[in-house]
């Protein structure tokens, strides 16, 4: 079985352009995560979807960063415009259904991530 | 609010020397605790978990012990093998924070042969 697929892998990009991050979730997982990763502040979640609807985005860094899942195997992490200190590895995640209560964490499972360097 | 704190890296050690990853947490509510593993180049995947006090979570000779008393969830292996060779990340999920997961740092480990 194909797992979540992220692209692109990599982005070299300059400061003040657009950056789209894309990902595939696994077939059958109704919720999906973004995280960002870097050395100073570590593994970050950005914000988490829930069949489609944004649940919490509280992670989001500041306006110049949306997300959408306009399907339930689609989801884009937008940067506009970008800056260098956004340079990071961003993870897509998903996970299946759940019973009860919230999104337990051992169901996540991680796409290989998008390292992106803004120059 | 819910925190992970763990051992800054790298850890270095020879092939079959005994490792431990230290991780300690704050939590409000019952968490659930995990260790992931994070191979170079890959996203993370989970090692084990423990989801109440006292118990075991063990994987691929990798355990960890949840401990209330001291809020840990220290991470070993008696015998590491060069493979073992990654970053590996504490994190909890927490009735009291919504369950939005929180993760340590991550510890680089580095296994010479």
């Known amino acids: 079985d194909a797992g979540v697929i992220q692209s692109p892998r990599h982005e070299v990009t300059e400061m003040g352009q657009e950056v789209t991050l894309r990902c595939k979730p696994i077939?059958?997982?109704?919720?999906l995560f973004w995280y960002r990763q870097t050395m100073m502040r570590g593994l970050e979640l950005l914000i988490y979807f829930n069949n489609n609807v944004p649940i919490d985005d509280s992670g989001m860094p500041e306006d110049r960063f949306s997300a959408k899942m306009p399907n339930a195997s689609f989801s884009t992490l937008k940067i506009q415009p970008s800056e260098p200190r956004d340079s990071a590895v961003y993870f897509c995640?998903?996970?299946?259904?759940?019973?009860?209560?919230?999104?337990?964490?051992?169901?996540?499972?991680f796409g290989p991530g998008t390292r992106l360097l803004v120059l | 609010g819910n925190s992970v704190t763990q051992m800054e890296g790298p850890v270095t050690l020879s092939e079959e020397a005994f490792l431990t990853i230290n991780c300690t947490y704050t939590a409000t509510g019952y968490p659930s605790l995990f260790w992931y593993v994070q191979y170079p180049g890959e996203g993370l995947q989970l090692l084990l978990k423990?989801?109440?006090?006292?118990d075991k979570g063990s994987n691929k000779g990798f355990e960890a012990t949840y401990r209330k008393e001291t809020t840990s969830f220290h991470l070993e292996k008696g015998s590491v093998q060069v493979s073992d060779s990654a970053v590996y990340f504490c994190a909890l999920s927490a009735s009291g924070g919504s369950y939005i997961p929180t993760f340590g740092r991550g510890t680089s480990l580095i296994v010479h042969p």
């Open positions: 077939s059958g997982h109704n919720s």
């Open positions: 423990a989801t109440k006090a006292d």
């Open positions: 995640a998903s996970t299946p259904p759940w019973v009860a209560g919230g999104p337990f964490l051992e169901t996540q499972y």
